[in-house]
């Protein structure tokens, strides 16, 4: 199989690309180094970090280390008062979340991609080979099982079914008492994507995922079955670079609707029964969203934080003072929302309208996924390894 390699457009700063062309299987993972802190290639530098007046108070309650993450993406998970975290040398771990004492720690003897999902009493992580490990809450190795490729999304478990989500776009329903398939979804992917660490979303007897071509799925938990198709966006342009309008972030579950963004398309909400579209519009994004009562959140490519109406998608405020800091998606937490970057800085902002309350650095290192919300705390894991729980008042 041929490698491509190509240099991407200054708009596509970081991303990794997967090239499927002219393959039968999965395509080598292509990355062009895209000048992650400028400088190269015409990307623009991140934006410096200026003063702020901080209006809030922010503690770091306790903090802890697993692996690094290397080049992939891992998300801690929460479950009864635990936090349950993994890192690429194969470690994986269980804190109290109110000490971050470890209780314990487990070693793989895998390089570990992907991880962690806490479900149906299984801890769950994933390999480049394709390796599906799943082990009790205690840290005790239960089973291991194959999936058709390498493993770029932590695995999610509810009902006693493991979803796991391969890096070639299938997705495959395990059995959670022994890993076995049960079903497995395939659709065919476009000839060049962006590389996806999303995963997938699983709730209410549903599993909801989005795909590259603009495209959001809803499937059946118990068989695989799809239910619903609906457009985020539509690709658009001349080349295949131009043509590129992938869901590569989580979609996000707000009652009975679901929202998604697109890289280069648009952000929209649909129905969560039907995939009927409520509203659109244009954004780009490959970091994600979230909601509170009445907001949505998103990070768009360049870096600028938006909040839209939720019901209609009106712009509420945009802040633009973070642009090419490689954003994680915004969480809202309290009365402020709360976005991490490239450099491992944490950045609070006023709910109301958007501006910096407060600013709070970790271990220097990048912060790509979605800070989680633990109970009026957050809960981030950095890419060199660190837990940090940070506390607001």
């Given at each position: 199989?041929?490698?491509?390699?190509?240099?991407?457009?200054?708009?596509?700063?970081?991303?990794?690309?997967?090239?499927?062309?002219?393959?039968?299987?999965?395509?080598?993972?292509?990355?062009?180094?895209?000048?992650?802190?400028?400088?190269?290639?015409?990307?623009?530098?991140?934006?410096?970090?200026?003063?702020?007046?901080?209006?809030?108070?922010?503690?770091?309650?306790?903090?802890?280390?697993?692996?690094?993450?290397?080049?992939?993406?891992?998300?801690?998970?929460?479950?009864?008062?635990?936090?349950?975290?993994?890192?690429?040398?194969?470690?994986?771990?269980?804190?109290?979340?109110?000490?971050?004492?470890?209780?314990?720690r487990s070693v793989a003897g895998k390089k570990l991609s992907a991880g962690v999902g806490v479900g149906s009493g299984l801890v769950l992580v994933a390999t480049?080979?394709?390796?599906?490990?799943?082990?009790?809450?205690?840290?005790?190795?239960?089973?291991?099982?194959?999936?058709?490729?390498?493993?770029?999304?932590?695995?999610?478990?509810?009902?006693?079914?493991?979803?796991?989500?391969?890096?070639?776009?299938?997705?495959?329903?395990?059995?959670?008492?022994?890993?076995?398939?049960?079903?497995?979804?395939?659709?065919?992917?476009?000839?060049?994507?962006?590389?996806?660490?999303?995963?997938?979303?699983?709730?209410?007897?549903?599993?909801?995922?989005?795909?590259?071509?603009?495209?959001?799925?809803?499937?059946?938990?118990?068989?695989?079955?799809?239910?619903?198709?609906?457009?985020?966006?539509?690709?658009?342009?001349?080349?295949?670079?131009e043509r590129i309008a992938d869901v590569a972030s989580l979609p996000v579950v707000d009652g009975n609707n679901i929202c998604a963004v697109a890289y280069q398309?648009?952000?929209?909400?649909?129905?969560?029964?039907?995939?009927?579209?409520?509203?659109?519009?244009e954004m780009s994004s490959v970091s994600g969203l979230s909601v509170d009562a009445s907001l949505l959140y998103v990070s768009d490519i360049r870096g600028a934080?938006?909040?839209?109406?939720?019901?209609?998608?009106?712009?509420?405020?945009?802040?633009?003072?973070?642009?090419?800091?490689?954003?994680?998606?915004?969480?809202?937490?309290?009365?402020?929302?709360?976005?991490?970057?490239?450099?491992?800085?944490?950045?609070?902002?006023?709910?109301?309208?958007?501006?910096?309350?407060?600013?709070?650095?970790?271990?220097?290192?990048?912060?790509?996924?979605?800070?989680?919300?633990?109970?009026?705390?957050?809960?981030?894991?950095?890419?060199?390894?660190?837990?940090?729980?940070?506390?607001?008042?």
């Amino acid at each position: 199989m041929m490698n491509n390699r190509m240099t991407l457009q200054a708009s596509l700063v970081g991303l990794l690309v997967l090239s499927l062309a002219g393959c039968a299987g999965f395509g080598e993972s292509i990355s062009t180094g895209f000048g992650l802190w400028g400088g190269k290639d015409g990307v623009e530098k991140p934006a410096p970090l200026t003063e702020i007046k901080s209006s809030m108070s922010v503690a770091t309650q306790w903090k802890a280390s697993v692996g690094s993450a290397d080049d992939y993406v891992f998300t801690p998970a929460v479950l009864d008062g635990s936090v349950y975290a993994a890192g690429h040398d194969g470690s994986i771990a269980r804190f109290d979340a109110q000490s971050g004492k470890q209780l314990w720690r487990s070693v793989a003897g895998k390089k570990l991609s992907a991880g962690v999902g806490v479900g149906s009493g299984l801890v769950l992580v994933a390999t480049r080979k394709g390796e599906v490990l799943a082990y009790d809450l205690d840290g005790k190795a239960v089973w291991e099982s194959r999936v058709s490729s390498e493993v770029l999304s932590a695995p999610q478990a509810a009902e006693n079914i493991v979803v796991v989500r391969a890096a070639d776009g299938q997705v495959f329903g395990l059995d959670a008492r022994d890993g076995k398939r049960k079903w497995v979804y395939q659709r065919a992917l476009p000839p060049l994507a962006i590389r996806n660490h999303a995963g997938v979303v699983v709730t209410r007897g549903g599993v909801f995922a989005g795909y590259a071509g603009g495209k959001l799925v809803a499937l059946s938990l118990t068989n695989g079955v799809l239910g619903w198709e609906a457009s985020v966006a539509q690709p658009r342009g001349a080349t295949e670079l131009e043509r590129i309008a992938d869901v590569a972030s989580l979609p996000v579950v707000d009652g009975n609707n679901i929202c998604a963004v697109a890289y280069q398309g648009r952000v929209a909400c649909f129905e969560m029964a039907n995939g009927n579209l409520i509203w659109a519009r244009e954004m780009s994004s490959v970091s994600g969203l979230s909601v509170d009562a009445s907001l949505l959140y998103v990070s768009d490519i360049r870096g600028a934080v938006h909040a839209l109406d939720k019901s209609s998608g009106a712009s509420m405020w945009k802040q633009d003072k973070l642009l090419n800091r490689r954003l994680s998606a915004p969480v809202a937490s309290g009365k402020h929302v709360a976005v991490a970057d490239l450099e491992g800085y944490v950045h609070f902002l006023s709910r109301e309208d958007g501006s910096f309350a407060a600013r709070v650095a970790t271990d220097g290192s990048a912060i790509a996924a979605t800070p989680l919300l633990l109970e009026q705390n957050l809960l981030l894991q950095t890419r060199n390894g660190g837990l940090f729980e940070l506390a607001t008042r």
